[in-house]
């Protein structure tokens, strides 16, 4: 373990490490464009360079390997004029993009000249001119103009994706980033260039000229696609949720995320929402308050349970929600209703254990791992075939389904709703709206749930590791999470100073959605 | 005072090309020596000679030899044929008339380093040399000097030549590496050293045309005899490719140390009639300026052209006359650097397309005077920043020139300010 | 000397105080009748103040020499606002030496102070403080401007141009 001093500062690190990972390690700041700790060093930035005692001229930080006493230094004089020299060589021929360029706020080039003084530039010449607005591929768009060609992205595409998709084509400052004729940059991980692009030349077709980065806020959160757990943060403000990006973790998900988990934040926002609880039948809904919708389904249930003994109920549950709530929920059913009539939705057995071989698994459910575990430690272990027997033979009466928050991976949503409408009572439990509930002919409540990002909890992933998460934001104030609607079903109350009031999903100004004829 | 006819002894004899003219004036007798030689001895030989890389950096031959590792890796030997510094022809002269003196050459150096395979990069733009190249390689394999146990000596070697595509990049070593293993020829981050990791990351050694052939002679005469030439941190002899303002332009063989002035106004045949003497550029494009006082004192050696603030370089000698613009030469030398960056680190990238554009705007009046001193500055911060000397390269002519000709820029700025009105555009 | 003066009985009289203020009006009012032209008060409407080139009025989106709108949505000038009055959506634009444009730039403007920070953060002299001040409607609800009222209105005579154009820039080399 190596000791070096940085700017005084006394540091150890990992034999073989780089002084740029020393630097990283130790928080002190230290410009750089090229590197990232998830690829190859390319050493073309020229931007960490430091001072190293005994050695005269500067050397770069990425690429110099840790000696045990080396006494390293980036705030003199010379080091400073010479990363200023160097920010000066990669904007001279950068466009003056910033007003329409989403990477504003976030920006690499711009952090670096707020912080060297926001001088005047002496370049009086004609910058060079590149191709704009290029189609990469289906979801990613590039600039040549403000590619400051620093090659992670090329990188990434050989290293980490490995469908070599990019080049950089042509030489000298007239060098950009490319893809050859027919071949565009189309794999399930093309997103992750627009996140370490450190500029904005390659942007995002989804997230492009949304919403400007200064107007977010981001919470970490985990990713409800498959059962990887992708550790991601979430980027939202009070009209909703805009985009997921990937938060590092070594063991799970390294540094990066699959396009398929970015579209995780589609479903949540407002548009498609339960927005309250309905009650009805053959598509007449009632729209009811939430809590009482809640507390007549539990009388339902608890009059059936009565009349009819345990076994003429049923609890459908899918892989999307926290261990926390199916404890709760569990708890109820099983301890509270006495009734072993627990089933698990798996929406696509067939393709439970396939792996594209970087982070994307065919089970597309976050927490299943988590709701085997739970149905274990209750005791139940519900075969579909006696749900099945139980809804022919009418000895099931009423099915409480927890149904998926992410409708599109439940490719037999229509077929499972008709199935188990076949009782006479449904209990669906949803984040979102469905048509299909309005053929069920039995007496249906539906239920509005709270998605992954409205409620703190667990997820346990494939390999068993429960990774737990905060609150992020509210969307539907008036949804439930599962454990408490297992409050509601019991029918004891809520706590209601504990619920967090929601956002309402839409930017409002007061004065002016009141103000109508004065 | 003649030239030293070392390795150019028999160029003027046609024959010499083929194999059969160059055995009969001494060739390939040299080989059977080395290879019974221990290989270890050679490369001893090479260190007492003092021989140093004559393909512009100078560095001692035989200390490169020495960085290999023993881990017992396949080594490549790779000659450097790229000859991409304006200015610069001797290689080529080498390759047209005499290809077997530079594969007799190569062949000691890969039995000294325990290479097994060797290649000639030789630029896109030669073909002569090239087709005259592999002719000779298919005479060497057929009279058993390459191939499997070559002269029954059980050392094994193959040759190949291989053609670059116009990059002058190519020629940095670690770009021509790029360029053989097929990706682009962007020079590779130095440590690791091709020594140690080089052609297909195996430890490899570049060394200039001129280089290896002049190990033939070292072995054939010893490293002693080397040392008669030149001077002592500068031993041997060296070609020169003299060109410019001069009666005789070419190629000549001298040794090492001799005063500028000499090869210019004796061997050369000194300026054309009616010009005078302005400035010289001793090394090739990259070498900074010398005025003309400096000119006539200047030696052609490693040590005397560093003190004076030049270098040696690949030894292209470019006369400049008075009647040449120090402002125009300027631009056409920036304009082939930009032309010629690879792309890969920023401040050569950036900085030679911006010292060039300055240089345009300059000749044609577009400039002030403080443009100068923005090239100057330009200059210095992209000296010594980036990953191969490309940079170093156009920086050090860039700040040679506005320093020694200041009064000629400003005089050009103030003349076709005038003459253009005075518009910057912008 | 005390600084509290103590009133005789004199000085509790109110009555010449009363005529002192009613003499101040009176001839104050006699004064602007003779001379009307000097008068501090206009009769508006038919006499109006004519403001500097500089007063933050009405705001103006300009366009470009085609016509259409000079806005980059780059939002600089929603950050900015004070009253935090000013929506845009920003959308892709199909010529790509424009790229970015607004499809809906909204200001409420009974929310807006007219401060003019809008005007001073917007980079390429896309949102002015107009001249003109006088715009009266009978529904709140007609406060919040769209692109149309901005840029367009009759008033603005086709647009007003902006000074800084992206052509001339790119050809500018900068």
């Known amino acids: ?518 | 005072m003649g030239q030293t006819r070392l390795l150019t002894e028999h160029y003027d004899k046609p024959e010499f090309q083929k194999l059969d003219g160059y055995k009969k004036h001494g060739g390939y007798a040299v080989l059977p020596k080395a290879l019974g030689m221990d290989p270890k001895a050679i490369t001893e030989q090479v260190k007492a000679s003092g021989l140093r890389g004559r393909g512009g950096a100078g560095f001692p031959t035989g200390t490169k030899w020495s960085f290999l590792p023993a881990n017992g890796e396949p080594r490549y030997l790779l000659c450097n044929a790229d000859e991409g510094e304006p200015g610069t022809f001797k290689d080529r002269l080498m390759m047209e008339r005499a290809p077997h003196q530079l594969i007799e050459g190569m062949i000691i150096s890969a039995f000294a380093i325990a290479s097994k395979k060797s290649y000639i990069y030789v630029r896109g733009e030669y073909d002569y040399s090239k087709a005259v190249l592999r002719t000779a390689l298919d005479e060497a394999y057929q009279a058993g000097y390459l191939g499997k146990n070559i002269l029954g000596s059980g050392f094994d070697h193959d040759m190949d030549v291989y053609s670059g595509a116009g990059a002058y990049i190519c020629g940095e070593e670690t770009g021509m590496i790029s360029s053989l293993e097929g990706l682009k020829g962007q020079p590779k981050l130095k440590p690791p050293f091709p020594a140690v990791k080089g052609y297909l990351r195996k430890p490899t050694i570049v060394n200039n045309v001129e280089t290896l052939a002049a190990v033939k002679y070292i072995i054939r005469d010893g490293g002693a005899a080397y040392r008669k030439y030149g001077t002592e941190k500068s031993p041997g002899t060296k070609l020169f490719s003299v060109s410019g303002s001069v009666v005789k332009p070419g190629n000549i063989e001298v040794p090492l140390g001799m005063p500028l002035k000499d090869i210019i106004f004796d061997l050369c045949g000194g300026l054309k009639p009616g010009r005078k003497l302005k400035a010289v550029i001793p090394g090739g494009s990259s070498a900074p300026v010398l005025t003309a006082d400096e000119a006539m004192k200047a030696a052609m050696d490693y040590e005397c052209l560093a003190q004076m603030g030049s270098m040696l370089g690949s030894g292209a000698i470019i006369v400049i006359d008075d009647s040449h613009s120090m402002v125009d030469l300027l631009q056409v030398t920036l304009h082939f650097y930009h032309h010629e960056s690879c792309g890969q680190c920023t401040p050569c990238r950036e900085g030679t397309g911006w010292i060039s554009k300055i240089l345009h705007d300059i000749v044609a009046g577009h400039a002030e005077t403080k443009d100068i001193d923005l090239v100057k500055k330009i200059s210095e911060q992209m000296m010594g920043k980036t990953i191969c000397a490309l940079s170093d390269a156009a920086a050090m002519p860039a700040i040679s020139f506005v320093t020694k000709f200041r009064s000629e820029f400003e005089q050009h700025i103030q003349a076709a300010k005038s003459a253009s009105g005075g518009l910057h555009h912008a | 000397m005390s600084l509290v003066k103590r009133p005789d009985a004199k000085a509790e009289w109110f009555l010449p105080g009363i005529l002192a203020g009613l003499w101040f009006t009176l001839k104050k009012m006699l004064w602007n009748l003779f001379n009307q032209q000097k008068m501090q008060t206009l009769n508006y409407p038919e006499q109006k103040y004519e403001y500097g080139p500089r007063f933050k009025g009405n705001h103006v989106l300009t366009v470009k020499k085609d016509g259409s709108i000079r806005c980059t949505a780059c939002m600089l000038c929603a950050t900015n606002c004070p009253a935090q009055c000013i929506k845009i959506t920003a959308a892709e634009n199909p010529d790509p030496s424009v790229e970015k444009y607004p499809i809906a730039y909204e200001i409420d403007v009974l929310r807006c102070v007219f401060c003019g920070f809008c005007e001073e953060a917007c980079p390429v002299d896309a949102i002015r403080m107009g001249p003109e001040w006088q715009t009266a409607a009978l529904n709140g609800s007609k406060f919040t401007y769209d692109i149309q009222q901005l840029a367009y209105r009759p008033q603005l005579k086709g647009g007003v141009l902006s000074v800084l154009d992206d052509q001339e820039r790119h050809q500018a080399g900068i």
């Open chain 1, 1 to 518: 373990m190596p000791k070096l001093k940085i700017n005084g500062k006394d540091v150890e690190v990992p034999q073989g490490s780089t002084i740029i990972q020393a630097f990283k390690a130790s928080g002190v700041e230290i410009c750089h464009y090229c590197w990232h700790p998830g690829l190859s060093v390319a050493g073309v930035c020229r931007l960490c360079m430091v001072q190293i005692e005994g050695i005269p001229k500067l050397q770069i930080a990425c690429n110099t390997e840790v000696k045990e006493g080396m006494v390293v230094n980036n705030t003199a004089q010379g080091v400073q004029e010479t990363v200023k020299w160097g920010l000066d060589f990669h904007l001279i021929n950068h466009p003056l993009d910033c007003p329409i360029c989403d990477q504003a706020g976030e920006c690499g080039l711009q952090d670096q000249y707020m912080q060297f003084g926001q001088y005047d530039p002496q370049m009086a010449e004609h910058k060079v001119k590149k191709h704009k607005v290029i189609d990469l591929g289906p979801t990613v768009v590039l600039d040549s103009e403000r590619c400051i060609l620093c090659s992670r992205c090329v990188r990434f595409m050989d290293e980490v994706s490995k469908t070599h998709e990019l080049g950089i084509f042509n030489r000298g400052d007239r060098s950009e980033i490319g893809t050859v004729e027919g071949k565009p940059l189309a794999n399930n991980y093309s997103l992750n260039t627009v996140d370490i692009c450190p500029v904005g030349a390659l942007t995002s077709k989804d997230f492009r000229f949304r919403q400007r980065v200064w107007y977010l806020k981001e919470a970490d959160s985990i990713c409800p696609g498959c059962s990887t757990g992708c550790n991601v943060k979430v980027s939202y403000n009070e009209e909703g949720l805009w985009r997921i990006k990937p938060r590092e973790n070594k063991e799970v998900n390294g540094y990066w995320m699959c396009d398929v988990g970015r579209d995780s934040y589609k479903f949540v926002n407002l548009k498609g929402r339960l927005l309250g609880g309905r009650v009805g039948r053959r598509g007449s809904w009632q729209d009811v308050d939430v809590v009482d919708a809640a507390r007549s389904a539990g009388l339902k249930l608890r009059e059936t349970v009565e009349k009819f003994g345990p076994d003429s109920v049923a609890l459908v549950l899918t892989g999307q929600f926290t261990n926390e709530e199916y404890k709760d929920l569990l708890g109820f059913f099983v301890s509270n209703l006495k009734s072993k009539n627990v089933f698990h939705w798996l929406n696509n057995p067939d393709k439970v254990n396939e792996f594209d071989g970087l982070l994307f698994r065919g089970d597309r459910n976050p927490n299943t791992k988590g709701l085997v575990g739970a149905m274990i430690a209750a005791g139940v272990s519900g075969k579909w075939e006696s749900l099945q027997s139980g809804l022919a033979g009418k000895k099931i009466k009423l099915v409480l389904v927890a149904g998926p928050e992410n409708q599109a991976v439940f490719p037999d949503l229509e077929e499972k709703v008709k199935f188990l409408g076949q009782a006479e009572s449904l209990v669906w439990m949803t984040s979102g709206t469905s048509t299909v509930l309005d053929q069920v002919m039995a007496e249906t409540w539906q239920i509005p749930l709270k998605t992954y990002i409205e409620k703190a909890g667990s997820f346990t992933t494939y390999q068993g590791k429960v990774q737990s998460f905060k609150l992020g934001t509210t969307i539907v104030a008036q949804a439930l999470n599962l454990s408490e609607v297992a409050e509601l079903l019991a029918g004891r109350d809520l706590n209601w100073n504990l619920r967090p009031g929601g956002v309402g999903g839409v930017k409002v100004n007061y004065s002016t959605a009141q103000r109508g004829a004065l």
